[in-house]
């Protein structure tokens, strides 16, 4: 029980690490909506990502180039889609009860580069 209770203190230690190095990463990070000219760069990889929300796939975007060391992200486009689940109950009862479940997937891509 005890181990199990500092495993799990200590992976929430982690995570809360992490969000605060990629916190502080964003803030140095160039994040470009399209691919800048007269600037020397490598490209390292396209990085592409979802998430729940915009907020969600954009944090996921910058922690992916957290991870591989990237100066920048560039060229950076998202797209969404929405899916909707409806359901409700028989024609035949007075009172009909419909509920509708929507979910959204927000797609983000950009490319990682390093500065020379």
């Known amino acids: 029980m005890i181990s199990t209770r500092n495993k799990n203190q200590r992976e929430a230690y982690q995570r809360f690490l992490e969000q605060q190095m990629i916190g502080i990463y964003?803030?140095?990070?160039?994040?470009?909506n399209f691919?800048?000219?007269n600037?020397?760069?490598?490209?390292?990889?396209?990085?592409e990502v979802s998430g729940e929300n915009y907020d969600i796939a954009k944090y996921n975007l910058i922690k992916s180039a957290f991870y591989i060391g990237a100066d920048a992200?560039?060229?950076?486009?998202?797209?969404?889609?929405a899916t909707s689940k409806?359901?409700?109950?028989?024609?035949s009862k007075t009172n009909v009860n419909?509920?509708?479940?929507?979910?959204?997937?927000?797609?983000?891509?950009?490319?990682?580069i390093k500065l020379d």
């Open 26 to 32: 964003n803030n140095d990070l160039a994040t470009l």
């Open 35 to 37: 691919v800048p000219e």
């Open 39 to 47: 600037v020397n760069y490598k490209v390292i990889q396209m990085i």
């Open 73 to 81: 992200i560039i060229n950076i486009t998202h797209s969404s889609t």
């Open 86 to 91: 409806i359901t409700g109950g028989s024609i």
């Open 98 to 112: 419909i509920e509708t479940e929507t979910k959204t997937n927000v797609y983000m891509q950009g490319i990682a």
